[in-house]
């Protein structure tokens, strides 16, 4: 065997092993990476490692899944970059297209539903641990604290999500800094997300839009998708319903890999097979040409301030709107005493439980759902 298919053998093994095993979200994939690409392997120093992680959130997508991508480039080249890509993601999707089939078969069985009560609220904990964590991390000044807060209110109005998060980036670079020289290099991501919305007819082609557009806009944390997924999906198209959203962000907690395959879920319930292929397409996608762009690019992206504005001010629109969201869905389940102590035992785990696992909330709140529905 070759040096090279020595290596792309080595880019597959571990990265399938990682698409199996990663429970816990980005943060905890980042770490399992550093410690198999730069400890163990010494594929790259840690800085080089660093400055990957910096760099793959100056892009749209998921960062954990760019950052294999990132580190199979390293080691393998172009084809690293390919097979890292789908051997992390691959297993995720397997996973998360087995529980769409058994959501979609026995999700309404009254056997079942019982569990769904109690999963409901368990979710709502992880989504405000999620967004409490990222709020800490993205309003890092006044002015994104302003902006954060504006663009929640504007959310609860009812406002255009996706106008929402490019308006919060365009406002942020404008209010923190357009005097700099390098406003073009600042100015041509910005320019990848101005997507028109679709219609609002269920075809593969409007499934796999609407998630290509979404992979688009989804800078940080691969909760932020939820937003999104809300304000596409349920407000805008009337394609889920809430209750459908939360149960498909729960079963994207039972899988490894990255929390983005809820699009598989979604996708399957939307149109079957071919629903669940295309939503995941549109979702990942776009990463691997990004992410194609971006190890030629990261040497300028690094330096642009503008760019590094128009991010902060994304991230801290992304948070607003998660804040709304999860007020509009936690508002809801708030009117059942049984769903509101759940949520309310949810949010206490999250938060005082020292790194427990969103698996074990899900499964926690499913068998007290049960448990509730026997009284």
């Given at each position: 065997?070759?040096?090279s298919?020595?290596?792309?053998?080595?880019v597959?093994?571990?990265?399938l092993?990682l698409?199996?095993?990663a429970?816990g979200g980005?943060?905890?994939?980042?770490?399992?990476?550093?410690?198999?690409?730069?400890?163990?392997?010494?594929?790259?120093?840690?800085?080089y490692?660093?400055?990957m992680?910096?760099a793959?959130?100056?892009?749209?997508?998921?960062?954990?899944?760019?950052m294999?991508?990132?580190?199979?480039h390293?080691?393998?080249?172009?084809?690293?970059?390919?097979?890292?890509g789908?051997?992390f993601?691959?297993?995720?999707?397997?996973?998360?297209?087995?529980l769409?089939i058994?959501?979609g078969?026995?999700?309404?069985?009254p056997?079942?539903a019982?569990?769904?009560?109690g999963?409901?609220?368990?979710?709502?904990?992880?989504?405000?641990n999620?967004?409490f964590?990222?709020?800490?991390?993205?309003?890092?000044?006044?002015q994104l604290i302003?902006?954060?807060?504006?663009?929640?209110?504007?959310?609860l109005?009812g406002?255009?999500?996706?106008?929402?998060?490019?308006?919060s980036?365009?406002?942020?670079?404008?209010?923190?800094?357009?005097?700099?020289?390098?406003?073009?290099k600042?100015?041509?991501?910005p320019a990848?997300?101005?997507?028109k919305?679709?219609?609002?007819?269920?075809t593969?082609?409007?499934i796999f839009l609407?998630?290509?557009?979404?992979?688009?806009?989804l800078?940080?944390s691969?909760y932020?998708?939820?937003?999104?997924l809300?304000?596409?999906?349920?407000?805008?198209?009337?394609?889920?319903?809430?209750?459908?959203?939360?149960?498909a962000?729960?079963?994207?907690q039972?899988t490894?890999?990255?929390?983005l395959?809820?699009?598989?879920f979604?996708?399957y319930?939307?149109?079957?097979?071919?629903?669940?292929?295309?939503?995941?397409?549109?979702?990942?996608?776009?990463s691997?040409?990004?992410?194609g762009?971006?190890?030629?690019?990261?040497?300028?992206?690094?330096?642009s301030?503008?760019?590094?504005?128009f991010?902060d001010?994304v991230?801290?629109?992304?948070?607003?709107?998660?804040?709304?969201?999860?007020?509009?869905?936690?508002f809801?389940?708030?009117?059942?005493?049984?769903?509101?102590?759940?949520?309310?035992?949810s949010?206490?785990?999250?938060?005082?439980?020292?790194?427990?696992?969103?698996?074990?909330?899900?499964?926690g709140?499913?068998?007290?759902?049960?448990?509730?529905n026997?009284?």
């Amino acid at each position: 065997m070759t040096k090279s298919k020595k290596n792309l053998a080595e880019v597959f093994g571990l990265f399938l092993k990682l698409g199996c095993i990663a429970f816990g979200g980005p943060a905890a994939h980042i770490s399992m990476m550093e410690e198999e690409v730069v400890t163990k392997r010494k594929w790259m120093s840690r800085q080089y490692f660093l400055d990957m992680v910096g760099a793959t959130n100056l892009v749209p997508g998921p960062n954990s899944t760019q950052m294999t991508m990132h580190c199979g480039h390293v080691r393998a080249g172009w084809k690293g970059l390919w097979v890292a890509g789908i051997a992390f993601i691959g297993p995720a999707v397997f996973f998360t297209l087995i529980l769409a089939i058994i959501y979609g078969k026995y999700g309404e069985v009254p056997e079942i539903a019982p569990f769904f009560f109690g999963i409901r609220p368990a979710v709502i904990g992880l989504i405000v641990n999620a967004t409490f964590k990222l709020g800490k991390k993205a309003f890092k000044s006044w002015q994104l604290i302003i902006l954060g807060v504006v663009i929640t209110l504007m959310s609860l109005y009812g406002l255009d999500e996706f106008l929402l998060i490019i308006g919060s980036g365009i406002a942020g670079m404008l209010w923190m800094g357009f005097q700099q020289r390098d406003r073009f290099k600042a100015l041509l991501f910005p320019a990848l997300i101005a997507l028109k919305p679709i219609g609002a007819l269920i075809t593969n082609k409007s499934i796999f839009l609407t998630f290509l557009k979404i992979a688009m806009v989804l800078f940080g944390s691969g909760y932020v998708l939820i937003a999104y997924l809300d304000a596409e999906l349920v407000e805008k198209l009337g394609w889920l319903t809430k209750d459908q959203l939360l149960d498909a962000i729960a079963m994207g907690q039972f899988t490894p890999g990255p929390v983005l395959t809820t699009a598989t879920f979604v996708g399957y319930q939307m149109n079957g097979m071919s629903g669940a292929l295309w939503a995941s397409l549109g979702m990942f996608l776009p990463s691997f040409f990004l992410v194609g762009i971006l190890v030629k690019l990261i040497p300028y992206l690094r330096k642009s301030i503008l760019l590094s504005n128009f991010l902060d001010a994304v991230n801290a629109g992304a948070v607003g709107i998660m804040i709304a969201v999860t007020l509009k869905l936690g508002f809801e389940l708030a009117f059942d005493w049984r769903a509101a102590i759940l949520m309310i035992l949810s949010i206490i785990l999250t938060f005082f439980v020292k790194k427990i696992s969103p698996l074990w909330i899900i499964l926690g709140g499913g068998t007290l759902g049960y448990l509730i529905n026997l009284l």
